[in-house]
């Protein structure tokens, strides 16, 4: 069988990654762009909450989107949250703050001031439109976050002696290598058959400046992937540094670190809260008033003949709250153990859910990654260890700072049976692959598992049920990974969930095809707000012809 373009442009992007595949389309003239826009706002008649009850639980993303778009409709709100402070998983640590857990363990922070790390979501994607429109409205400032920098270090126990490699080399002498191996395939006349003399032509002069090539379509190396030698005055032309050979290159460790960028929700231009992530729920907490109750634990959830009847504790005093609707946004994980008198076959779906045991270790130091590196944010990535090291977007040129070693699920890695100073030590070790002689500068670590927290117990859904599938070409790339691109469709459990449960609604990333994302939360709660909407009106509706 002949090569179409289309397995052709396959065989491009299987082996130089998506980049590659979208520069031999422009080659060819096929390619095509399109614009993501944000889903617009759920549409309702002013006022149409006027004389409705809601009772929201939880106060992450979900739960206080929900509060401030209710409110704004005119339905009477209120808001349970059982912490003190509001965001939910969206959770910035700061020094003089605590972190106990439920395994208890107990850390106190002592990082300098103004230092802070976030624990749950550290990253606003561009295309993220709901929750970039919600910091603007509620005047949350952003600044850039510098998801990826060609400077900093892959790592790869199997690969080049188990010496580190800056990215910048990996990427492009990786495209070099293909752009010749294409070039020769071409050359060869093994494509003449599916692509047209033009096209051919095309192909190559694109090769030449993608690889780039030489005059004789050979890939030798280029400033794109650094110099051994920097360039400088006089006559210092620079050296350029030996290319990487390409077993080295092969090697799926280092892809996943050279592709995870590539990833839709990952892809520069990336934002985050001047001063934190949690600027976004204090903004939001600020702006809804005493209409949340902090520190009031739900303890039951009761249908009635008029609605549902939450029961919470606050000040250690037995509350209850009634209410025409519920939008319940807790975790699943937390729902389980609450009771509660939902339709059996929403409790089978509660069930069965499980949920992601997601870690961050973060530490204290001199930023040697800027001062001895040139490394100013991105990530960097290790084959064995506490992957990927995630280094700050803020306080760039300053003499010290936070910077993470360690984030992916821990029960797919070794840390899941060690203490928690080994934790620290195996975080330690994977600077020393990366930075040999830099671990015994780390200081103050501090360690967050979100299955061990309070009120979440698990990072994100990783399961609806026995079953569960996993989108195999939107798989996390390495361990940079926020959540598992999970498949909703045709999921009885997930389909089950989106309904409501009598007068109980549900809400939050995991209903979305967004699961550990801030955004995927939002979109949720507008979709909630929308089928309450509807519901509401045709209530009214059929009690006016009545």
């Known amino acids: 069988m002949g090569l179409t373009r289309r397995t052709f442009l396959t065989r491009v992007g299987q082996a130089g990654g998506f980049s590659a595949a979208v520069v031999a389309m422009q080659g060819l003239g096929l390619f095509p762009t399109r614009s993501a826009l944000a889903e617009p706002r759920p549409s309702a008649p002013p006022g149409v909450g006027k004389g409705v009850r809601v009772v929201i639980l939880g106060g992450g993303i979900a739960g206080l989107v929900a509060a401030y778009e209710l409110r704004a409709l005119g339905y009477e ?13 969206n959770w910035t640590v700061r020094g003089g703050d605590t972190v106990e857990l439920l395994d208890g363990s107990v850390q106190h922070c002592d990082w300098d001031e103004g230092h802070y790390q976030n624990f749950g979501p550290a990253r606003l994607p561009s295309v993220h439109k709901l929750m970039l429109d919600y910091c603007k ?21 199997q690969a080049n002696g188990g010496r ?19 070039s020769k395939s071409i050359r060869g006349g093994a494509l003449d058959q599916e692509l047209s ?3 051919r032509e095309r192909m190559l002069e694109f090769l030449r400046l993608y690889g780039p090539l030489d005059s004789a379509d050979k890939y030798v190396g280029s400033d794109r992937a650094g110099y051994k030698v920097a360039p400088g ?9 030996q290319p990487l050979d390409m077993h080295t290159l092969l090697d799926a460790n280092f892809w996943n670190g050279m592709l995870f960028e590539e990833t839709f929700d990952w892809q520069a231009t990336m934002f985050q809260p001047v001063g934190g992530m949690d600027r976004i729920p204090y903004a939001f907490a600020k702006a809804l008033g005493d209409l949340v109750r902090f520190e009031a634990p739900v303890t039951a959830i009761r249908k009635t003949a008029n609605g549902v009847r939450v029961e919470y504790t606050q000040h250690s005093a037995a509350q209850q709250v009634e209410a025409d609707y519920c939008i319940c946004t807790m975790p699943l994980s937390v729902l389980k153990k609450t009771n509660n008198d939902f339709s059996p076959e929403f409790k089978s779906v509660i069930e069965q859910s499980t949920y992601g045991d997601a870690y961050k270790i973060a530490w204290e130091s001199r930023r040697f990654w800027e001062q001895d590196f040139n490394i100013y944010g ?3 990535f290790v084959s064995q260890g506490c992957s990927p090291v995630w280094f700050p977007s803020e306080g760039f040129f300053s003499e010290r700072g936070v910077f993470v070693s360690g984030y992916t699920e821990e029960h797919v890695t070794p840390l899941k049976t060690m203490t928690l100073s080994q934790k620290f030590e195996e975080s330690r070790k994977t600077i020393e692959r990366l930075h040999p002689g830099y671990g015994i500068e780390l200081e103050k670590p501090m360690y967050v598992n979100w299955g061990l927290v309070r009120y979440n117990e698990g990072s994100w859904i990783d399961s609806y ?7 195999a070409s939107a798989v996390s790339q390495g361990a940079a990974s926020s959540a598992p691109r999970l498949i909703h469709k045709g999921n009885p459990n997930y389909e089950q969930l989106l309904q409501p449960d009598g007068p109980i609604y549900f809400s939050g990333d995991h209903l979305s095809h967004i699961v550990g994302w801030q955004e995927g939360a939002a979109e949720s709660s507008h979709r909630v707000i929308a089928l309450l909407n509807e519901r509401v009106q045709k209530t009214r509706s059929a009690g006016k012809q009545g």
């Open 233 to 241: 005055a006089g006559d210092v032309e620079g050296e350029l540094s």
């Open 465 to 471: 049920g026995a079953g569960q599938l996993r989108n």
């Open 378 to 380: 991105g990530l960097e």
């Open 77 to 89: 709100c209120v808001l349970l949250e059982a912490r003190s402070r509001p965001g939910g998983r």
């Open 137 to 157: 409205k509620l005047g949350v400032p952003l600044q850039v976050e510098v998801n990826t920098t060609r400077s900093s270090f892959l790592q790869n126990d």
């Open 164 to 182: 580190p490699v800056v990215q910048r080399q990996a990427i492009n002498d990786t495209r070099g290598h293909v752009s010749e191996l294409l």
């Open 197 to 199: 003399k033009q096209d």
